[in-house]
Protein backbone atom coordinates (compact mmCIF):
# COMPACT_ATOMS: atom_id res chain seq x y z
CA UNK A 1 0.00 0.00 0.00
CA UNK A 2 1.36 3.43 -0.84
CA UNK A 3 2.99 5.18 2.30
CA UNK A 4 1.03 7.94 3.74
CA UNK A 5 3.24 11.28 3.45
CA UNK A 6 5.24 12.59 6.40
CA UNK A 7 4.49 16.13 7.39
CA UNK A 8 6.69 18.29 8.37
CA UNK A 9 8.24 17.93 11.35
CA UNK A 10 8.60 20.37 15.26
CA UNK A 11 12.14 21.22 14.20
CA UNK A 12 11.91 21.96 10.14
CA UNK A 13 12.50 25.01 9.59
CA UNK A 14 9.70 25.72 6.79
CA UNK A 15 11.67 27.56 3.96
CA UNK A 16 11.09 27.25 0.47
CA UNK A 17 12.89 23.78 -0.40
CA UNK A 18 11.03 21.83 2.00
CA UNK A 19 7.93 22.83 1.46
CA UNK A 20 8.71 21.78 -2.07
CA UNK A 21 9.63 18.98 -0.85
CA UNK A 22 6.56 18.42 1.43
CA UNK A 23 4.14 18.98 -1.92
CA UNK A 24 6.02 16.51 -4.04
CA UNK A 25 5.24 14.03 -1.77
CA UNK A 26 2.09 14.31 -0.87
CA UNK A 27 1.15 14.65 -5.01
CA UNK A 28 2.78 11.77 -5.40
CA UNK A 29 1.21 9.90 -2.77
CA UNK A 30 -2.51 10.62 -4.01
CA UNK A 31 -0.93 9.92 -7.23
CA UNK A 32 0.17 6.43 -6.10
CA UNK A 33 -2.68 5.73 -4.07
CA UNK A 34 -5.11 6.59 -6.72
CA UNK A 35 -3.45 4.64 -9.66
CA UNK A 36 -3.65 1.32 -7.40
CA UNK A 37 -7.23 2.35 -6.08
CA UNK A 38 -8.98 -1.59 -6.28
CA UNK A 39 -5.58 -3.14 -4.33
CA UNK A 40 -5.38 -0.48 -1.81
CA UNK A 41 -9.25 -1.58 -1.49
CA UNK A 42 -8.60 -4.97 -1.33
CA UNK A 43 -5.39 -4.56 1.47
CA UNK A 44 -7.59 -2.25 3.82
CA UNK A 45 -10.95 -4.46 4.13
CA UNK A 46 -8.54 -7.44 4.67
CA UNK A 47 -6.43 -5.49 7.63
CA UNK A 48 -9.73 -4.31 8.61
CA UNK A 49 -11.11 -7.50 9.13
CA UNK A 50 -8.02 -9.19 10.18
CA UNK A 51 -7.89 -6.74 12.93
CA UNK A 52 -11.43 -7.46 13.90
CA UNK A 53 -11.42 -11.25 13.44
CA UNK A 54 -12.90 -11.65 17.24
CA UNK A 55 -15.25 -8.81 17.97
CA UNK A 56 -18.30 -10.04 18.42
CA UNK A 57 -20.34 -8.24 15.58
CA UNK A 58 -18.55 -10.21 12.65
CA UNK A 59 -18.67 -13.49 14.83
CA UNK A 60 -22.29 -13.00 14.95
CA UNK A 61 -22.64 -13.48 11.09
CA UNK A 62 -20.03 -16.22 10.67
CA UNK A 63 -17.61 -14.37 9.07
CA UNK A 64 -14.94 -16.82 10.61
CA UNK A 65 -11.82 -14.72 10.51
CA UNK A 66 -12.67 -14.57 6.62
CA UNK A 67 -11.05 -11.22 5.44
CA UNK A 68 -11.90 -11.88 0.72
CA UNK A 69 -14.68 -9.56 -0.07
CA UNK A 70 -16.37 -12.01 -1.34
CA UNK A 71 -17.25 -13.91 1.93
CA UNK A 72 -17.36 -10.26 3.94
CA UNK A 73 -20.17 -9.37 1.71
CA UNK A 74 -21.91 -12.94 1.12
CA UNK A 75 -22.06 -12.96 5.24
CA UNK A 76 -22.37 -8.96 6.80
CA UNK A 77 -25.60 -7.16 5.69
CA UNK A 78 -26.14 -3.94 4.85
CA UNK A 79 -27.10 -1.80 7.99
CA UNK A 80 -27.91 1.80 9.14
CA UNK A 81 -27.58 3.12 12.53
CA UNK A 82 -30.75 1.69 13.61
CA UNK A 83 -29.63 -1.64 12.69
CA UNK A 84 -26.68 -0.92 15.08
CA UNK A 85 -28.15 1.38 17.85
CA UNK A 86 -28.50 -1.87 20.21
CA UNK A 87 -24.80 -2.24 20.41
CA UNK A 88 -23.56 0.96 20.09
CA UNK A 89 -25.74 1.68 22.99
CA UNK A 90 -24.37 -0.92 25.18
CA UNK A 91 -20.91 0.42 24.47
CA UNK A 92 -22.26 4.11 25.57
CA UNK A 93 -23.76 2.02 28.81
CA UNK A 94 -20.10 0.72 29.90
CA UNK A 95 -20.08 -2.37 27.87
CA UNK A 96 -15.84 -2.79 26.89
CA UNK A 97 -15.99 -6.13 25.06
CA UNK A 98 -15.07 -6.11 21.73
CA UNK A 99 -18.60 -5.42 20.37
CA UNK A 100 -17.74 -3.52 17.45
CA UNK A 101 -13.79 -3.50 17.28
CA UNK A 102 -11.18 -5.16 18.32
CA UNK A 103 -9.47 -1.46 19.74
CA UNK A 104 -10.80 0.47 22.68
CA UNK A 105 -13.58 2.62 21.29
CA UNK A 106 -12.14 5.97 22.53
CA UNK A 107 -15.26 8.33 22.45
CA UNK A 108 -18.41 9.08 20.31
CA UNK A 109 -18.59 11.10 17.62
CA UNK A 110 -21.84 12.91 17.61
CA UNK A 111 -23.28 13.04 13.91
CA UNK A 112 -25.36 15.99 12.93
CA UNK A 113 -28.05 12.92 11.69
CA UNK A 114 -30.23 11.80 14.19
CA UNK A 115 -31.94 8.79 15.85
CA UNK A 116 -34.77 9.09 17.47
CA UNK A 117 -34.83 13.08 17.86
CA UNK A 118 -31.15 12.42 19.42
CA UNK A 119 -28.12 13.03 17.88
CA UNK A 120 -26.10 9.56 16.62
CA UNK A 121 -23.52 8.50 17.80
CA UNK A 122 -20.32 7.32 15.92
CA UNK A 123 -17.87 5.32 17.48
CA UNK A 124 -14.43 5.88 17.03
CA UNK A 125 -10.90 4.81 17.93
CA UNK A 126 -7.36 6.52 19.12
CA UNK A 127 -5.66 5.93 15.46
CA UNK A 128 -8.80 7.75 13.57
CA UNK A 129 -7.41 10.91 14.21
CA UNK A 130 -4.04 10.26 12.37
CA UNK A 131 -6.51 9.35 10.05
CA UNK A 132 -8.38 12.66 9.91
CA UNK A 133 -4.73 14.75 10.23
CA UNK A 134 -3.22 12.57 6.71
CA UNK A 135 -6.27 13.64 4.86
CA UNK A 136 -5.74 17.70 6.18
CA UNK A 137 -2.07 17.26 5.36
CA UNK A 138 -3.03 16.62 1.17
CA UNK A 139 -5.44 20.03 1.20
CA UNK A 140 -2.72 22.90 0.86
CA UNK A 141 -0.08 20.78 -1.65
CA UNK A 142 -3.17 20.58 -4.02
CA UNK A 143 -4.36 23.89 -3.44
CA UNK A 144 -0.50 25.49 -3.66
CA UNK A 145 -0.48 23.77 -7.24
CA UNK A 146 -3.22 26.61 -8.69
CA UNK A 147 -2.35 29.29 -5.88
CA UNK A 148 1.08 29.68 -5.27
CA UNK A 149 2.23 31.69 -2.19
CA UNK A 150 0.09 30.11 0.30
CA UNK A 151 2.78 29.16 2.39
CA UNK A 152 3.62 33.01 3.03
CA UNK A 153 0.67 34.41 4.71
CA UNK A 154 -2.01 33.06 7.32
CA UNK A 155 -5.44 31.73 7.83
CA UNK A 156 -8.12 33.30 9.22
CA UNK A 157 -10.54 30.08 10.09
CA UNK A 158 -13.30 30.85 11.85
CA UNK A 159 -13.19 27.49 13.97
CA UNK A 160 -15.39 26.97 17.11
CA UNK A 161 -15.69 23.53 19.69
CA UNK A 162 -19.23 22.80 20.68
CA UNK A 163 -20.57 21.30 23.92
CA UNK A 164 -19.75 17.75 25.13
CA UNK A 165 -21.15 15.32 27.20
CA UNK A 166 -20.09 11.73 28.74
CA UNK A 167 -22.42 8.36 28.16
CA UNK A 168 -23.69 6.35 31.19
CA UNK A 169 -20.54 4.49 30.49
CA UNK A 170 -18.19 7.54 30.70
CA UNK A 171 -16.86 7.81 26.95
CA UNK A 172 -17.26 11.27 26.08
CA UNK A 173 -19.74 12.21 23.10
CA UNK A 174 -18.66 14.90 20.64
CA UNK A 175 -19.04 16.33 16.98
CA UNK A 176 -15.62 15.26 15.23
CA UNK A 177 -14.50 18.76 14.99
CA UNK A 178 -14.82 19.25 18.31
CA UNK A 179 -12.86 15.90 18.98
CA UNK A 180 -10.17 16.94 16.51
CA UNK A 181 -9.69 20.56 17.92
CA UNK A 182 -9.06 19.36 21.02
CA UNK A 183 -6.64 16.31 20.16
CA UNK A 184 -3.19 17.08 20.27
CA UNK A 185 -2.82 16.34 16.21
CA UNK A 186 -4.56 20.11 16.28
CA UNK A 187 -3.29 21.84 19.58
CA UNK A 188 0.48 20.75 18.91
CA UNK A 189 0.72 20.19 15.50
CA UNK A 190 3.66 20.95 13.97
CA UNK A 191 5.58 23.47 12.63
CA UNK A 192 4.23 24.06 8.80
CA UNK A 193 2.99 26.96 6.95
CA UNK A 194 0.06 25.52 5.72
CA UNK A 195 -1.97 25.46 9.59
CA UNK A 196 -0.83 29.09 10.70
CA UNK A 197 -4.03 30.46 11.44
CA UNK A 198 -4.67 34.42 12.79
CA UNK A 199 -6.40 32.74 15.46
CA UNK A 200 -4.48 31.30 18.63
CA UNK A 201 -5.91 27.93 19.96
CA UNK A 202 -7.68 29.41 23.00
CA UNK A 203 -9.85 31.09 21.04
CA UNK A 204 -10.79 28.13 18.88
CA UNK A 205 -10.97 26.24 22.05
CA UNK A 206 -13.82 28.64 24.20
CA UNK A 207 -16.81 27.06 24.47
CA UNK A 208 -18.52 30.19 24.69
CA UNK A 209 -19.74 31.34 20.99
CA UNK A 210 -19.50 34.89 21.81
CA UNK A 211 -15.95 35.01 23.43
CA UNK A 212 -14.97 32.73 20.68
CA UNK A 213 -16.24 34.79 17.79
CA UNK A 214 -15.06 38.04 19.00
CA UNK A 215 -11.79 36.77 19.58
CA UNK A 216 -11.20 35.53 16.63
CA UNK A 217 -12.21 38.09 14.34
CA UNK A 218 -10.21 40.98 16.39
CA UNK A 219 -6.93 38.78 15.67
CA UNK A 220 -7.94 38.64 12.29
CA UNK A 221 -8.40 42.16 12.11
CA UNK A 222 -5.65 42.62 13.82
CA UNK A 223 -3.24 40.72 11.39
CA UNK A 224 -5.15 41.68 8.15
CA UNK A 225 -2.35 42.19 5.76
CA UNK A 226 -0.94 38.53 6.67
CA UNK A 227 -3.97 36.93 5.45
CA UNK A 228 -4.01 35.00 2.49
CA UNK A 229 -7.09 33.10 2.48
CA UNK A 230 -10.64 33.01 4.93
CA UNK A 231 -12.69 30.03 5.95
CA UNK A 232 -15.09 28.38 8.24
CA UNK A 233 -16.29 24.58 7.89
CA UNK A 234 -19.57 25.78 6.49
CA UNK A 235 -20.88 28.30 4.46
CA UNK A 236 -23.35 29.69 7.05
CA UNK A 237 -20.51 29.98 9.50
CA UNK A 238 -18.32 32.23 7.81
CA UNK A 239 -21.63 34.43 6.79
CA UNK A 240 -22.49 34.60 10.73
CA UNK A 241 -19.12 35.65 11.47
CA UNK A 242 -19.14 38.28 8.88
CA UNK A 243 -22.71 39.31 10.03
CA UNK A 244 -20.81 39.28 13.86
CA UNK A 245 -18.73 42.01 12.91
CA UNK A 246 -21.39 43.93 11.23
CA UNK A 247 -22.83 44.29 15.12
CA UNK A 248 -19.59 44.82 16.71
CA UNK A 249 -16.58 46.55 14.28
CA UNK A 250 -16.69 49.33 16.40
CA UNK A 251 -15.98 47.88 19.69
CA UNK A 252 -13.28 45.82 17.94
CA UNK A 253 -12.14 48.86 16.48
CA UNK A 254 -11.89 50.15 19.82
CA UNK A 255 -9.76 47.29 21.09
CA UNK A 256 -7.52 47.66 18.10
CA UNK A 257 -7.26 51.33 18.71
CA UNK A 258 -5.89 50.92 22.45
CA UNK A 259 -4.20 47.41 22.10
CA UNK A 260 -6.98 46.11 24.79
CA UNK A 261 -9.38 43.61 24.38
CA UNK A 262 -13.20 44.09 25.55
CA UNK A 263 -14.49 43.59 29.10
CA UNK A 264 -17.13 40.84 28.17
CA UNK A 265 -14.47 39.07 27.20
CA UNK A 266 -13.75 37.11 30.64
CA UNK A 267 -12.18 34.07 29.81
CA UNK A 268 -8.58 34.07 31.09
CA UNK A 269 -6.72 31.99 28.82
CA UNK A 270 -8.46 33.77 25.84
CA UNK A 271 -7.30 37.30 26.90
CA UNK A 272 -3.91 36.24 27.39
CA UNK A 273 -3.45 34.81 24.02
CA UNK A 274 -5.01 37.40 22.42
CA UNK A 275 -3.11 40.08 24.50
CA UNK A 276 -0.06 38.46 23.34
CA UNK A 277 -0.52 39.41 19.49
CA UNK A 278 -2.50 43.02 20.38
CA UNK A 279 -0.89 45.99 20.42
CA UNK A 280 -2.00 49.84 20.13
CA UNK A 281 -2.93 50.55 16.32
CA UNK A 282 -4.86 53.80 15.86
CA UNK A 283 -4.09 53.52 12.13
CA UNK A 284 -5.50 50.33 11.26
CA UNK A 285 -8.52 51.41 13.91
CA UNK A 286 -9.43 53.89 11.53
CA UNK A 287 -8.57 51.83 8.47
CA UNK A 288 -11.43 48.85 9.75
CA UNK A 289 -13.31 51.66 10.70
CA UNK A 290 -13.76 53.76 7.53
CA UNK A 291 -14.51 50.37 5.83
CA UNK A 292 -17.22 49.65 8.38
CA UNK A 293 -18.82 52.57 8.42
CA UNK A 294 -19.39 52.97 4.76
CA UNK A 295 -22.95 52.17 3.58
CA UNK A 296 -22.42 49.46 1.41
CA UNK A 297 -20.78 46.11 2.69
CA UNK A 298 -20.49 44.38 -0.58
CA UNK A 299 -16.61 43.25 -1.04
CA UNK A 300 -15.66 44.08 2.71
CA UNK A 301 -13.92 40.51 2.70
CA UNK A 302 -11.37 42.23 0.11
CA UNK A 303 -11.14 45.71 1.87
CA UNK A 304 -10.75 44.73 5.07
CA UNK A 305 -8.66 41.63 3.98
CA UNK A 306 -6.83 42.44 0.56
CA UNK A 307 -4.37 39.52 0.11
CA UNK A 308 -7.19 37.24 0.37
CA UNK A 309 -7.17 34.82 -2.36
CA UNK A 310 -10.10 32.87 -1.76
CA UNK A 311 -12.68 31.81 0.91
CA UNK A 312 -12.66 27.67 1.99
CA UNK A 313 -15.79 26.58 3.19
CA UNK A 314 -18.78 24.02 2.43
CA UNK A 315 -20.67 25.59 -0.25
CA UNK A 316 -22.15 21.79 -1.47
CA UNK A 317 -25.76 20.28 -1.09
CA UNK A 318 -27.80 22.79 1.09
CA UNK A 319 -24.72 25.15 1.76
CA UNK A 320 -25.62 26.30 -1.70
CA UNK A 321 -28.04 28.28 -0.60
CA UNK A 322 -25.31 30.73 0.74
CA UNK A 323 -23.48 31.60 -2.33
CA UNK A 324 -24.97 34.88 -3.06
CA UNK A 325 -24.15 36.33 0.09
CA UNK A 326 -20.71 35.12 0.06
CA UNK A 327 -20.32 36.22 -3.55
CA UNK A 328 -21.49 39.81 -2.19
CA UNK A 329 -19.40 40.04 0.40
CA UNK A 330 -16.17 38.76 -1.21
CA UNK A 331 -16.56 40.71 -4.77
CA UNK A 332 -16.92 36.84 -5.64
CA UNK A 333 -13.83 35.59 -4.51
CA UNK A 334 -13.13 31.90 -5.67
CA UNK A 335 -15.40 29.46 -2.93
CA UNK A 336 -13.27 26.74 -2.66
CA UNK A 337 -14.50 23.17 -0.99
CA UNK A 338 -11.27 21.03 -0.35
CA UNK A 339 -12.70 18.08 1.67
CA UNK A 340 -15.42 15.39 2.23
CA UNK A 341 -15.98 13.75 5.59
CA UNK A 342 -18.29 13.09 8.60
CA UNK A 343 -18.98 11.70 11.76
CA UNK A 344 -18.47 8.24 10.04
CA UNK A 345 -15.51 8.68 8.20
CA UNK A 346 -13.12 11.29 6.35
CA UNK A 347 -13.53 10.19 2.84
CA UNK A 348 -11.62 12.42 -0.03
CA UNK A 349 -10.53 15.48 -1.24
CA UNK A 350 -11.38 17.89 -4.29
CA UNK A 351 -7.91 18.05 -6.94
CA UNK A 352 -9.59 20.61 -9.02
CA UNK A 353 -10.20 23.27 -6.32
CA UNK A 354 -11.08 26.20 -8.24
CA UNK A 355 -14.34 24.88 -9.98
CA UNK A 356 -17.52 26.46 -9.38
CA UNK A 357 -19.32 25.50 -6.35
CA UNK A 358 -21.68 23.67 -8.86
CA UNK A 359 -18.63 21.60 -10.51
CA UNK A 360 -16.82 20.32 -7.27
CA UNK A 361 -16.21 16.86 -7.10
CA UNK A 362 -14.53 15.07 -4.59
CA UNK A 363 -12.02 11.91 -4.91
CA UNK A 364 -12.11 9.33 -2.86
CA UNK A 365 -8.92 8.43 -0.83
CA UNK A 366 -8.62 4.70 -1.19
CA UNK A 367 -6.53 3.71 2.15
CA UNK A 368 -9.40 6.11 4.32
CA UNK A 369 -12.01 3.10 4.39
CA UNK A 370 -13.37 0.37 2.30
CA UNK A 371 -15.90 2.17 0.11
CA UNK A 372 -18.98 0.05 -1.50
CA UNK A 373 -21.77 2.00 -3.75
CA UNK A 374 -25.83 1.66 -3.62
CA UNK A 375 -27.24 2.02 -6.94
CA UNK A 376 -30.09 4.82 -6.51
CA UNK A 377 -32.84 6.62 -8.56
CA UNK A 378 -33.99 9.85 -8.79
CA UNK A 379 -37.69 10.07 -7.74
CA UNK A 380 -39.02 13.12 -8.45
CA UNK A 381 -36.71 15.94 -10.56
CA UNK A 382 -39.20 18.71 -9.37
CA UNK A 383 -39.29 18.19 -5.70
CA UNK A 384 -35.26 16.84 -5.93
CA UNK A 385 -36.42 13.78 -3.69
CA UNK A 386 -33.89 10.33 -4.02
CA UNK A 387 -35.69 7.21 -3.73
CA UNK A 388 -33.68 3.93 -2.34
CA UNK A 389 -34.49 0.89 -0.78
CA UNK A 390 -34.62 1.05 3.28
CA UNK A 391 -34.04 -2.41 4.23
CA UNK A 392 -32.14 -4.65 1.18
CA UNK A 393 -33.49 -7.73 -0.23
CA UNK A 394 -30.94 -10.43 -1.45
CA UNK A 395 -31.08 -9.02 -4.80
CA UNK A 396 -30.73 -5.48 -3.93
CA UNK A 397 -27.40 -6.50 -1.58
CA UNK A 398 -26.31 -8.02 -5.10
CA UNK A 399 -26.44 -4.50 -7.12
CA UNK A 400 -23.62 -2.75 -4.61
CA UNK A 401 -20.20 -2.11 -6.66
CA UNK A 402 -16.45 -1.75 -5.34
CA UNK A 403 -14.91 1.84 -5.62
CA UNK A 404 -13.50 1.08 -9.01
CA UNK A 405 -16.50 -0.40 -10.81
CA UNK A 406 -18.87 2.48 -10.71
CA UNK A 407 -20.53 4.11 -13.49
CA UNK A 408 -19.67 7.58 -14.74
CA UNK A 409 -23.06 9.89 -14.45
CA UNK A 410 -25.03 7.18 -11.81
CA UNK A 411 -26.07 8.28 -8.38
CA UNK A 412 -25.39 6.16 -6.11
CA UNK A 413 -25.72 5.88 -1.76
CA UNK A 414 -21.96 5.51 -0.32
CA UNK A 415 -21.31 2.58 2.11
CA UNK A 416 -18.42 2.29 4.32
CA UNK A 417 -16.51 -0.67 6.19
CA UNK A 418 -14.23 1.54 8.85
CA UNK A 419 -11.39 0.98 11.12
CA UNK A 420 -13.26 2.16 14.24
CA UNK A 421 -15.84 -0.50 13.78
CA UNK A 422 -18.73 0.40 11.02
CA UNK A 423 -18.45 -2.63 8.89
CA UNK A 424 -21.31 -1.55 5.44
CA UNK A 425 -22.76 0.78 6.87
CA UNK A 426 -24.92 3.40 4.81
CA UNK A 427 -23.60 6.90 5.30
CA UNK A 428 -27.01 8.39 3.64
CA UNK A 429 -25.21 10.55 1.30
CA UNK A 430 -25.95 10.23 -2.12
CA UNK A 431 -22.96 11.11 -4.61
CA UNK A 432 -22.77 11.13 -8.55
CA UNK A 433 -19.92 9.96 -10.31
CA UNK A 434 -18.65 12.88 -12.15
CA UNK A 435 -14.80 11.86 -13.47
CA UNK A 436 -12.33 9.18 -12.41
CA UNK A 437 -8.49 10.66 -11.37
CA UNK A 438 -6.69 7.17 -12.53
CA UNK A 439 -9.01 4.40 -11.04
CA UNK A 440 -10.18 6.29 -8.34
CA UNK A 441 -13.60 7.98 -8.92
CA UNK A 442 -14.71 11.37 -8.34
CA UNK A 443 -17.79 12.13 -6.91
CA UNK A 444 -20.46 15.23 -7.19
CA UNK A 445 -21.76 16.03 -3.39
CA UNK A 446 -25.77 15.66 -4.34
CA UNK A 447 -27.42 15.20 -1.23
CA UNK A 448 -28.25 13.68 2.14
CA UNK A 449 -31.18 11.16 1.98
CA UNK A 450 -34.37 11.77 3.33
CA UNK A 451 -33.36 15.19 4.38
CA UNK A 452 -36.17 17.85 3.96
CA UNK A 453 -35.08 21.01 5.39
CA UNK A 454 -31.29 22.25 6.42
CA UNK A 455 -30.14 25.52 7.80
CA UNK A 456 -27.17 24.64 9.36
CA UNK A 457 -25.84 21.29 10.88
CA UNK A 458 -28.87 20.64 11.06
CA UNK A 459 -30.86 17.57 9.18
CA UNK A 460 -34.97 17.49 9.56
CA UNK A 461 -36.35 14.46 7.68
CA UNK A 462 -40.32 14.41 6.13
CA UNK A 463 -41.19 11.68 8.93
CA UNK A 464 -40.05 14.06 11.69
CA UNK A 465 -41.43 17.53 9.91
CA UNK A 466 -44.69 15.25 9.63
CA UNK A 467 -44.71 14.39 13.13
CA UNK A 468 -43.79 17.62 14.56
CA UNK A 469 -46.86 19.50 12.23
CA UNK A 470 -48.86 16.74 13.10
CA UNK A 471 -48.73 17.70 17.04
CA UNK A 472 -48.90 20.78 16.19
CA UNK A 473 -51.98 21.40 13.92
CA UNK A 474 -53.95 19.20 16.78
CA UNK A 475 -54.47 22.75 18.78
CA UNK A 476 -56.04 23.78 16.35
CA UNK A 477 -59.02 21.44 16.50
CA UNK A 478 -60.70 23.50 19.49
CA UNK A 479 -61.14 26.04 17.30
CA UNK A 480 -62.99 24.38 14.79
CA UNK A 481 -60.19 24.05 12.44
CA UNK A 482 -58.21 21.79 11.00
CA UNK A 483 -54.44 21.48 8.43
CA UNK A 484 -55.98 20.73 4.94
CA UNK A 485 -52.44 20.38 3.49
CA UNK A 486 -48.74 21.88 4.04
CA UNK A 487 -45.21 22.11 2.96
CA UNK A 488 -42.12 23.46 3.98
CA UNK A 489 -38.77 25.17 2.87
CA UNK A 490 -35.57 26.60 4.47
CA UNK A 491 -35.74 30.29 3.92
CA UNK A 492 -31.88 31.64 3.98
CA UNK A 493 -32.54 35.40 2.86
CA UNK A 494 -32.11 36.85 6.12
CA UNK A 495 -29.07 35.03 8.27
CA UNK A 496 -29.59 33.39 10.65
CA UNK A 497 -31.91 31.23 8.54
CA UNK A 498 -35.12 29.48 9.61
CA UNK A 499 -37.87 27.06 8.64
CA UNK A 500 -40.91 28.11 6.72
CA UNK A 501 -43.75 26.12 6.59
CA UNK A 502 -47.13 26.94 4.10
CA UNK A 503 -50.20 25.50 5.83
CA UNK A 504 -53.59 25.83 4.36
CA UNK A 505 -56.40 25.67 6.72
CA UNK A 506 -59.83 24.38 6.76
CA UNK A 507 -61.52 27.01 9.47
CA UNK A 508 -65.15 27.58 10.76
CA UNK A 509 -64.07 31.25 11.63
CA UNK A 510 -61.09 32.65 11.65
CA UNK A 511 -61.39 35.28 14.01
CA UNK A 512 -61.89 33.37 16.36
CA UNK A 513 -58.27 32.15 16.12
CA UNK A 514 -56.00 34.15 18.26
CA UNK A 515 -51.99 35.19 16.74
CA UNK A 516 -50.96 33.59 19.58
CA UNK A 517 -52.64 30.07 19.24
CA UNK A 518 -50.39 29.99 15.32
CA UNK A 519 -47.43 30.95 17.80
CA UNK A 520 -48.02 27.97 19.79
CA UNK A 521 -48.55 26.36 17.05
CA UNK A 522 -44.56 27.33 15.84
CA UNK A 523 -43.48 26.37 19.14
CA UNK A 524 -44.84 23.21 19.21
CA UNK A 525 -43.24 22.13 16.08
CA UNK A 526 -39.75 23.68 17.08
CA UNK A 527 -40.26 21.42 20.72
CA UNK A 528 -40.89 18.43 18.57
CA UNK A 529 -37.81 18.59 16.36
CA UNK A 530 -34.46 16.90 16.95
CA UNK A 531 -31.68 18.26 19.22
CA UNK A 532 -28.95 19.19 16.60
CA UNK A 533 -32.04 21.86 15.23
CA UNK A 534 -33.06 23.02 18.84
CA UNK A 535 -29.30 22.94 19.59
CA UNK A 536 -28.81 25.74 16.85
CA UNK A 537 -31.47 27.56 17.99
CA UNK A 538 -30.98 27.89 21.52
CA UNK A 539 -26.96 27.41 21.82
CA UNK A 540 -25.68 28.22 18.39
CA UNK A 541 -28.04 30.80 17.67
CA UNK A 542 -27.41 29.32 14.03
CA UNK A 543 -31.15 29.04 13.23
CA UNK A 544 -34.30 31.59 13.35
CA UNK A 545 -37.34 31.03 14.53
CA UNK A 546 -39.68 29.00 13.34
CA UNK A 547 -41.90 30.61 10.57
CA UNK A 548 -46.25 29.42 9.93
CA UNK A 549 -47.37 31.02 7.29
CA UNK A 550 -51.15 30.82 6.03
CA UNK A 551 -52.30 30.50 2.40
CA UNK A 552 -55.29 30.65 0.48
CA UNK A 553 -57.62 28.14 0.36
CA UNK A 554 -56.97 26.10 -3.44
CA UNK A 555 -52.94 27.20 -3.20
CA UNK A 556 -52.10 23.17 -3.04
CA UNK A 557 -54.45 22.79 -5.66
CA UNK A 558 -52.72 25.81 -7.81
CA UNK A 559 -49.41 23.60 -6.69
CA UNK A 560 -50.65 20.69 -8.00
CA UNK A 561 -51.73 22.26 -11.50
CA UNK A 562 -48.38 23.77 -11.45
CA UNK A 563 -46.80 20.27 -10.81
CA UNK A 564 -48.78 18.68 -13.45
CA UNK A 565 -48.00 21.61 -16.45
CA UNK A 566 -44.22 21.07 -15.29
CA UNK A 567 -44.63 16.94 -16.46
CA UNK A 568 -45.56 15.55 -13.24
CA UNK A 569 -47.85 12.62 -13.37
CA UNK A 570 -51.39 12.79 -11.63
CA UNK A 571 -51.20 9.46 -10.68
CA UNK A 572 -47.64 9.41 -9.23
CA UNK A 573 -48.51 13.50 -7.65
CA UNK A 574 -48.03 13.90 -4.29
CA UNK A 575 -47.54 16.74 -2.18
CA UNK A 576 -44.07 17.67 -1.72
CA UNK A 577 -43.38 18.05 1.88
CA UNK A 578 -40.49 20.49 1.14
CA UNK A 579 -39.70 22.79 -1.57
CA UNK A 580 -36.67 23.96 -3.29
CA UNK A 581 -37.93 25.01 -6.86
CA UNK A 582 -37.97 28.89 -7.29
CA UNK A 583 -41.21 29.31 -8.68
CA UNK A 584 -42.87 26.84 -6.33
CA UNK A 585 -41.72 29.11 -3.54
CA UNK A 586 -43.12 32.45 -5.49
CA UNK A 587 -46.31 30.17 -6.27
CA UNK A 588 -46.84 30.17 -2.61
CA UNK A 589 -45.76 33.19 -1.07
CA UNK A 590 -47.99 35.07 -3.49
CA UNK A 591 -50.80 33.01 -1.84
CA UNK A 592 -49.52 34.12 2.14
CA UNK A 593 -52.51 35.66 4.12
CA UNK A 594 -50.72 36.17 7.52
CA UNK A 595 -47.21 34.61 9.05
CA UNK A 596 -46.61 34.00 12.60
CA UNK A 597 -43.20 33.29 14.25
CA UNK A 598 -42.03 30.99 17.02
CA UNK A 599 -42.07 33.27 20.62
CA UNK A 600 -39.60 31.64 22.50
CA UNK A 601 -36.52 28.91 21.55
CA UNK A 602 -37.04 25.60 22.60
CA UNK A 603 -35.88 23.38 25.02
CA UNK A 604 -32.21 21.69 24.40
CA UNK A 605 -29.43 20.15 27.21
CA UNK A 606 -26.56 18.26 26.23
CA UNK A 607 -26.18 15.34 25.85
CA UNK A 608 -29.50 12.45 25.26
CA UNK A 609 -32.88 12.44 27.15
CA UNK A 610 -31.95 9.10 28.54
CA UNK A 611 -28.03 10.53 29.79
CA UNK A 612 -30.08 12.92 31.67
CA UNK A 613 -32.81 10.60 33.08
CA UNK A 614 -30.02 8.51 34.13
CA UNK A 615 -28.25 10.83 35.85
Known amino acids: MPEAPKILSDSADCIDGIVVENNNKVLKFIEDVTADADEVQRRVLSEILSRSANVEYLQRYGLNGCTDRETFKKVIPVVTYEDLKPDIERI ?21 GTSAGERKLMPTIEEELGRRSLLYSLLMPVMSQFLPGLDKGKGMYFLFVKSEAKTPGGLVARPVLTSYYKSS ?37 FQNEDVVRVGAVFASGFIRAIQFLEKHWSLLCKDIRTGTIDSKITDPSVREAVMKILKPNPKLADFVEAECSKGSWKGIITRLWPETKYIDVIVTGTMSQYIPAL ?10 CTMYASSECYFGINLNPLCSPSEVSYTLIPNMAYFEFLPVTRKDELTGSISGPTAL ?7 LVDLVHVKLGQDYELVVTTYAGLYRYRVGDILRVSGFKNKAPQFNFICRKNVALSIDSDKTDEVELQNAVKTAANQLLQYEASLVEYTSYADTSAIPGHYVLFWELSVKDSTLIAPSVFEDCCFTVEESLNSVYRQGRVCDKSIGPLEIRVVENGTFDMLMDFALSQGSSINQYKTPRCVKYAPIIELLSSRVISSYFSPKCPRWTAGHKQWCTQN
Open 393 to 399: NDKEKQQ
Open 327 to 336: DYYSNALPLV
Open 185 to 221: HFKNRPNDPYTNYTSPKETILCLDSYQSMYSQLLCGL
Open 92 to 112: ANGDTSPILCSQPISEFLTSS
